[in-house]
């Protein structure tokens, strides 16, 4: 997660989520994404790599701890300066939110991997004969499963891809087959910083929640969808719809956590606070999409199972 104010921060993924629909198309629909084949070229959406990258650039978090997760770590030359994990991805002062062409030539990638299409770098790295996977926010699971795949088909690791995919699929299964059944859902507010900025079942966040039968309560708040999914609530708002949970997604950038919350005005009384039921989350796993949301959603479900049925 960004270190920038959250007020930025989630300004940035509601940006992100309204302009990035577009991109994503990019990469959707080719019969080769998928291939376990490892010899050249291969080609994923409008992109072909006549040969195996051997210095790439990631300026997405997310992507670089897809890459390194397909073993694809070793082929990685920078990474932006957000990429910190694993901790040893080759972290560099580059940018993923204002992406510099000059900058990133000046790495001498030959292939270059980016969750956005800020200033039209696209275009200007194309103009520059440098190739260009964009993977945009995912807002499914079937798009963080398909960006893998299609990296590990560039990369010459689409056999490792599908084992994490792989993974992570039964992984999630098996942590969501013994939730308990509840006749009433629970409810829970996702906080993206102390300005009370939120997600909503829309976003890819939010679609983890619900597999695990959570309710949002800023699901009213953005509605027509004019936030990108990402509506800031009032404090009025949060009291009155007294959430079951109240899961932090600033522990790390704003030092948030239940003894915050509950010194909060009106916070004290909410069911979360009383029940012990604040949740502290790792800010970067939770604003991922990589092979992490495994550990994410346990995190989620460990919290829900202890609440009575």
Known sequence: MSRRTPRLFATTLAVAALALGACAEKADDTPSAG????SYPVTVGSLTLDKRPEKIVSLSPSA???LFAIGAGPQVSAVDD???YPADAPKSDLSGFQPNAEAIAGKNPDLVVLSNDTNKIVDQLSKLKIPVYLTPAATTLDDSYRQITELGTLT???DQAADVTGRMKDDIAKLVKDLPQRTTKLTYYHELGPELYSATSKTFIGSLYSQVGLTNIADPVDADGKNGGYPQLSQEFIVNANPD?????????CQQNADTVK???GWAGLTAV???QVVALDDDIASRWGPRVV??????IDAVVKVPA
């Not at 291939?35 to 490892?38: G, K, L, M, Q, V």
């Not at 949970?245 to 950038?253: G, M, P, W």
């Not at 550990?295 to 989620?300: G, H, P, S, T």
């Open 35 to 38: 291939t376990a084949a490892a």
């Open 64 to 66: 670089t701890e897809m």
């Open 82 to 84: 957000q990429s910190n």
């Open 156 to 158: 010459g690791h689409a």
């Open 245 to 253: 949970f109240v899961f932090l997604a600033d522990s790390k950038c």
């Open 263 to 265: 010194a909060r005005s």
């Open 274 to 276: 009383k029940n012990s």
């Open 295 to 300: 550990d994410l959603l346990r995190v989620i």
